[in-house]
């Protein structure tokens, strides 16, 4: 008698089996990384037989995310706006709602002139490079606290060719001593620090300090604001994502700090998610 060996599991097997464990698109979005191929690759190859190396690569990845460890984090990359990114432990995960912020950004800097613009916190460098990418004529600098988060952005940036970036290391507003903008976006820390979501699901794998800022989630918004007016040209923008319930208080530092034509965007969701306000003075970019 032969014992023929069993045969290799074809994809839509592999992928019927972790879905009873993990949401079944996670499991795609993880076998088309252990397979090296795209999603769409994997669903005109459902039929074909998984080498052994892959399919062993694959149920680590599955054992992982049933863990709770993030998608992104697993397959090292997230798409934001038309950039594909790489994203590690060190930099928050770009989400969706940030770009409605690269929306606001976009509709306020004109195209085809000079602009300064920054990002403070860029983490992966979302937003920096989305707007760099739109607006090749605009100076970006985009900062961060974190020098490994700075790399992965610097990495983002040379890997999709966009030069129009500038990396500085530092707390929000002291690598930009001296400098006016005619718009800063950023996405700041605002989770309340005693927030009970920060110990739930794929927060608890992000970097803290891009996630909690304070008992009310406020402080780095304040201290972004409350830096704003010496760094922003007359007529420059300041504006922030922040969480759903944080509009109203968003809109009164601004107003305390002298910012005009204070306004909030609502995310798909329906949620105020993105809050900006102008320098008076003459329009640099309105
Ligand atoms: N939007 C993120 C969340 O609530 C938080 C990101 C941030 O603090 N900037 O999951």
Excluded: K
């Excluded at 076998?31 to 690569?57: G, I, K, M």
Aim: hydrophobic share 45%.
């Amino acid at each position: 008698m032969t014992i023929s060996p069993a045969p290799c599991p074809d994809a839509s097997q592999l992928l019927r089996r972790a879905g009873a464990r993990i949401d079944p698109a996670d499991a795609a979005l993880l076998l088309a990384h252990a397979l090296r191929r795209s999603q769409a690759w994997l669903y005109a190859h459902a039929t074909d037989p998984v080498e052994a190396a892959a399919a062993a690569e694959f149920e680590v990845l599955v054992a992982r995310r049933a863990a709770g460890e993030p998608v992104a984090y697993l397959t090292g990359h997230r798409g934001f706006w038309t950039l594909d990114l790489a994203v590690t432990p060190d930099t928050l995960i770009p989400r969706p709602e940030t770009e409605l912020l690269v929306e606001q950004a976009l509709l306020r800097i004109p195209p085809g002139r000079p602009a300064r613009v920054a990002d403070l916190g860029t983490g992966s460098g979302a937003i920096a490079l989305a707007v760099a990418s739109e607006r090749p004529r605009a100076r970006v600098v985009a900062t961060d606290i974190s020098r490994q988060a700075l790399a992965a952005a610097a990495a983002n940036a040379d890997n999709h060719g966009i030069g129009n970036v500038e990396f500085r290391h530092g707390d929000w507003w002291s690598p930009l001593a001296g400098e006016r903008f005619d718009l800063v976006a950023s996405n700041p820390p605002y989770i309340a620090a005693a927030d009970p979501h920060l110990l739930q699901g794929d927060l608890r794998f992000e970097p803290p300090g891009a996630l909690a800022s304070g008992r009310d989630g406020l402080d780095a918004i304040g201290a972004i604001v409350g830096g704003a007016p010496a760094h922003l040209a007359p007529g420059g923008w300041l504006l922030f994502e922040h969480g759903h319930a944080q509009g109203e208080a968003v809109r009164a530092l601004l107003l305390r700090a002298g910012f005009v034509a204070t306004a909030t965007e609502r995310d798909l969701e329906g949620r105020e998610r993105v809050t900006g306000g102008r320098l008076p003075g003459p329009a640099g970019v309105d």
